[in-house]
Antibody
């Protein structure tokens, strides 16, 4: 069975950096794209960007370009989402999800809750 | 970026009702649209892709259709477990985008 397992809850202060992870199992990791989706409290879904696990080809939404970095370590079947300087407005649940082609997302992680507060 | 406008933003229905949710794209996306269901505290779940193809394991009471840039998700007979928020998602053009969501109350 296909799983995406995400890292746990993070509580950080404004200005701090953070790297959250998403580990795939049960499928050929390097043959799929993995995307990241943000959900702010009580709000909808926002597509942040996507990475091809085989060669780390990455695409970003203009809304998130320069604000986050998506990377992958295929040796451990893990994709990352990195924040360099957190803001309170980064408080959200961040989902990773496997994409069929580079398209719709068929398998989702459980989400990582990030809380940024002074 | 392609905008997806979902309507209504919320609706109340009874068990057994036929429910329709609309999603209008701001430009032609062909059939490159998916629908997801999200229950409180859970990750989204893929229901439909390619505008009308049912994902494996999804009950047949869910259906999707398209006419031009207007997409529709239909639940033919609403069940108690269908209480959730539904999102459309276009995958025709980067950046990929989601609709604002439709909350279905039973």
């Amino acid at each position: 069975e296909v799983y995406l397992v995400q890292s746990g809850v993070e509580v950080k202060k404004p200005g701090e950096s953070l790297k959250i992870s998403c580990k795939g199992s049960g499928y050929r990791f390097t043959s799929y794209w993995i995307g990241w989706v943000r959900q702010m409290p009580g709000k909808g879904l926002e597509w942040m960007g996507i990475i091809y696990a085989g060669d780390s080809d990455t695409r970003y939404s203009p809304s998130f370009q320069g604000q986050v970095t998506i990377s992958a370590d295929k040796s451990i079947s893990t994709v990352y989402l990195q924040f360099n300087s957190l803001k309170a407005s980064d408080t959200a649940i961040y989902y990773c999800a496997r994409a069929r082609g580079s398209d719709y997302m068929d398998v989702w992680g459980e989400g990582t809750t990030v809380i940024v507060s002074s | 970026a392609i905008q997806l406008t979902q309507s209504p933003s919320s609706l109340s229905a009874s068990v057994g009702d036929r429910v329709t949710i609309s999603c209008r794209a701001s430009q032609d996306i062909g059939r490159a649209l998916a629908w997801y269901q999200q229950k409180p505290g859970k990750a989204p779940k893929l229901l439909i892709y390619g505008a009308s193809t049912l994902e494996s394991g999804v009950p047949s009471r869910f259906g999707g259709s398209v006419s031009g840039t207007d997409f529709t998700l239909t639940i033919s007979s609403l069940q108690p477990e269908d209480f959730a928020t539904y999102f459309c998602h276009q995958f025709n053009t980067y950046p990929l985008t989601f609709g604002g969501g439709t909350k279905v109350d039973i």
